[in-house]
Every structure is written in C-alpha cells, then in structure tokens.
C-alpha cells in the first residue's frame, strides 16, 4: 500500500519577517514589538513606516510632525 508523502515544513523564517501581533494606530498594520517605534515627543508607539523626519531632523511620528498652532484657519 502507498502512503502519501506529507511535504515537509521547512524552517520558519526569521523573526523580521513574519507579521506582528501589536496594530499600529497610524496605519492599522500588523507590526512586530521588537521593530516598534516610539516618538520621543508624545511616546506613541507605531510601525517603523509611520514615523517622519521632523523639520529639525529629528524622527517623530505622524501626529508630531507638524508644529502645534499651524492651522489657524484662514
């Protein structure tokens, strides 16, 4: 009697490289915890893809980038 040959499951693949468990709340994508990223003005934590160079050249998040008091509405 043949049995069927089950295929076997190769090596996981590195940590980097697989979806997260923590949701960012810029985006709403599924990010790794050890590849978070906090802002050092508000400490909000998202994925590294939501973050921006500040105009001083400093990284912040979304929220941070802009200056407070900029949108004085006309």
Request: net charge negative; with cysteine.
């Amino acid at each position: 009697m043949a049995r069927a040959k089950i295929p076997a499951a190769g090596p996981a693949p590195p940590w980097w490289l697989m979806e997260g468990d923590e949701e960012c709340p810029g985006c709403g994508q599924l990010y790794i915890y050890e590849m978070e990223f906090r802002c050092p003005e508000c400490e909000m934590t998202t994925c590294v893809h939501c973050r921006r160079r500040h105009s001083d050249g400093r990284w912040v998040c979304v929220s941070c980038t802009e200056p407070p008091g900029d949108t004085d509405g006309g």
